[in-house]
């Protein structure tokens, strides 16, 4: 079992940084794989970006590609992500997930645990 617990969620400007952050507990980074999605009201859950299970390295959807960033505090069992240069359409829920599967997992259904989710709300 994992436990997740996302913060850093709020109200930022168009072009602001925020940084959520997700605590996780009962199983460690090594064996399993991280994830952030967001979703917007009426819209689909969306893969933003991963860090994989065996070689921590990190995948980022196209559209965050070079202003997101995942990186963890193995100390703390928490993992981050750094969004930088938001957009108004960035506006959603975000959540942090866990997944057991031993590949680079992408879709919702790959990952196995979910936190209870951020608001990030962009504003124009």
């Known amino acids: 079992q994992v436990q997740l617990v996302e913060s850093g969620g709020g109200l930022v400007q168009t072009g602001g940084s925020l940084r959520l952050s997700c605590a996780a507990s009962?199983?460690?980074?090594?064996?399993?794989?991280m994830g952030w999605f967001r979703q917007a009201p009426g819209k689909e859950r969306e893969f933003v970006g991963g860090?994989?299970?065996?070689?921590?390295?990190?995948y980022y959807a196209d559209s965050v590609k070079g202003r997101f960033t995942i990186s963890r505090d193995n100390t703390k069992n928490t993992l981050y992500l750094q969004m930088n240069s938001l957009k108004p359409e960035e506006t959603a829920v975000y959540y942090c997930?866990?997944?057991?599967?031993?590949?680079?997992?992408?879709?919702?259904?790959?990952?196995?645990?979910w936190g209870q989710g951020t608001q990030v709300t962009v504003s124009s």
């Open positions: 997930a866990a997944s057991t599967k031993r590949y680079t997992p992408v879709r919702a259904d790959e990952f196995d645990y």
């Open positions: 860090r994989t299970w065996r070689t921590s390295s990190t």
């Open positions: 009962g199983r460690t980074f090594s064996s399993i794989a």
